[in-house]
């Protein structure tokens, strides 16, 4: 620590104190007429300020000399190591019958599950807690991991539009009400079954996505954002105010759950949801592994990376836009349709800017471009605050001090995206 470090850290508690005066210090009762002062609030504001602010310009500091190898972090960083390797080297008997520690220690967590008994037991034990999780838990329990699929659902396919092709997009609810609304309106008017919905909801969402694609062809950066930010206000407004067809703020309700055959209780139907809801979560994650590798999935990278270049290597940039916004669109309109079939109830106010925000917090925290990543950040997004409920309050203040210690110190997201390697021998 030095006197730099200090001084900022004595002049940001100073500003912090005068900015929060007016709520921590002092409180009105407007029944009594009285006022009173909480000094005791205005030392902690100061000390916590100072604290926090001399540990932020801490880590700060070291991230921006190359990590925490300095001023006694090779000690850690051997011990780590050396944690490390013992770890490895243990692993590496049990996996490969060798005995050999210096062979074992270059075992890693991706060489372990390289071995197929590893891979098939881990993934054999995965959908077994899968298949028996909803008879294990509760109702609520059911209920709350279903939304959750749907998040990862809808994160998954924000992360086609932002993570490969690089296009910022704040309005990916409307998709979202699209699907919710084709199922809605199919029941109410015709009568239709959530499994001649399904496609159709997707279909819709295809369909807008097109619809929204085509006018922000040219744009790019913020300029693209405030556009689609005004595509979801604008859907939002139209079903608000078309009351003859979408009944409005009174939104859609007794909208049936999904059957099987025969009609199912509210118990049994939570589970035939949830089982849905993990079939489009896998079908979703196959599609997105299969578009990487295909040709418009290459399209949309080096869209990404680069228009002017990609444009000159000989891409349309053009079709492949719209092919970005439409694919992102088919996921919303599945999991809309999800949402109205769950919920049973539908209205405007459960798609709001809010909403496509939360989507888009999902997507930055767990790592743009990564599958992995995109599918933990919405589970953080919509479990924690429904397992945290005390702190509802703040919701919005902790994300938003997330994203700020995210985009400092890890941009990246918690599992970043692993670009393909090739050897200088292996054929392209």
Known sequence: MNKKYIRSSILSALWLILLTFPIMVIKINTTAATVRWRWGNLIYVGVGGFLFTLVWNFFLDRRNRGGFKAAGGERAESAANRMGGALGSLLGRILRGKTDAASAEKVSLKAIFAHKPVRFSSLGGLVLLAALFPFLVSFYQVGIVTSALMFVILGLGLNIVIGYGGLLHLGYAAFYAVGAYNYGLLYLHWGWPFWAALPLGAVSGVLFGLLIGIPVLRLRGDYLAIVTLAFGEIMRLLLENL????????????????????????????????????LMVVLTIFVIRRLEDSRIGRALEAMREDE????????????TKLITFALGALWAGFAGVVLAGKTTYINPGSFTLMESVMILVAVVLGGTGS????????????LIPEYFRA????????????????????????????RKRYSVGEQL
């Open 371 to 382: 599958i992995p990543g995109v599918c933990l950040g919405a589970l953080l997004v919509t």
């Open 243 to 278: 009351t003859n067809l979408t009944k409005g703020p009174e939104g859609i309700a007794q909208i049936p759950r999904p059957g099987f055959f025969v009609e199912l209780s509210l118990q049994n139907s939570a589970r035939y949801l949830y089982f849905i809801a993990i």
């Open 308 to 319: 002017i270049a990609a444009q000159a290597m000989g891409i349309d940039i053009t079709r």
């Open 391 to 418: 702190l509802s309050d703040y919701r919005m203040l902790v994300f938003g001090a997330a994203l700020v210690i995210m985009s400092i110190f890890r941009p990246q997201g918690i599992i970043p995206r692993i």
